[in-house]
């Protein structure tokens, strides 16, 4: 069974910069697992952020961005707003079946 | 703008069928495949199921790959998860949610959700 890791949570000050990863139980992270990004805040469904490593939506704030850090797939938030603090979840592409990971709570 | 509004969340027992419904609007519906995803309460998020723009194409998560099917009608503009066999564990918030391509890009709208509770 395909395990998907993030860090269970992290915190930032308003205004820093934060980095959230995204491993896989099967290797390394590469763009034929077409890493997409997800925001969750309580009550509500969730937010596509990022799809296919580091494509942005039309809605996606320029302070997040997506790309590799070493072998996992990252979204790095520069400039971390007080409205940043939600869940976060990745997911990734395993020939057809898709995988999410276990979300990282981020703290402002 | 993209809608997706998801129908047919009940209450059921073990063992029991469901047929969830997503009404789509706002985009061409047979050039996109479409995803299922549930939230189960104090855990993740979890993807259940995708079926590409034709049909052609369909897959599940091994928790529910042999209990639930993913189909769609694209005269309607709709799509369904039948589920069969439900469990307790199957009780969630279930999404309705459009990928970015035909195939499958990762997914870039989401509908409201609607919840299913499988119970005695």
């Known amino acids: 069974q395909t395990v998907v890791t993030q860090e269970p949570s992290l915190t930032v000050s308003p205004g820093g910069t934060v980095t959230l990863t995204c491993a896989s139980s099967?290797?390394?992270?590469?763009?034929?697992?077409?890493p997409n990004w997800f925001q969750q805040k309580p009550g509500q469904a969730p937010r596509t952020l990022i799809y296919s490593t580091s494509n942005k939506l039309s809605w996606t704030p320029a302070r997040f961005s997506g790309s590799f850090l070493g072998d996992k797939a990252a979204l790095i938030v520069s400039g971390v707003q007080p409205e940043d603090e939600a869940e976060y979840y990745c997911l990734l592409h395993y020939g057809g079946v898709w995988v999410f990971g276990g979300g990282t709570q981020l703290t402002v | 703008e993209v809608q997706l509004v998801e129908s047919g969340g009940v209450v059921v027992q073990p063992g029991g069928s469901l047929r969830l419904s997503c009404a789509a609007a706002?985009?061409?519906?047979?050039?996109?495949?479409m995803h299922w995803v549930r939230r189960v309460p104090g855990k993740g998020l979890e993807w259940v199921s995708l079926?590409?723009?034709?049909?052609?194409?369909?897959y599940y998560a091994d928790s529910v790959k042999g209990r639930f099917t993913i189909s769609r009608d694209d005269s309607k503009n709709a799509l369904f998860l039948q589920m069969n066999s439900l469990r307790v564990e199957d009780t969630a918030l279930y999404f309705c949610?459009?990928?970015?391509?035909?195939?499958?890009?990762?997914?870039?709208?989401w509908g409201q959700g609607i919840q299913v509770t499988v119970a005695s």
């Open positions: 099967t290797g390394a992270v590469t763009s034929s697992h077409f």
């Open positions: 949610a459009k990928d970015k391509g035909p195939v499958t890009d990762g997914i870039d709208h």
């Open positions: 706002g985009f061409t519906f047979d050039d996109y495949a």
């Open positions: 079926i590409s723009w034709d049909g052609g194409n369909t």
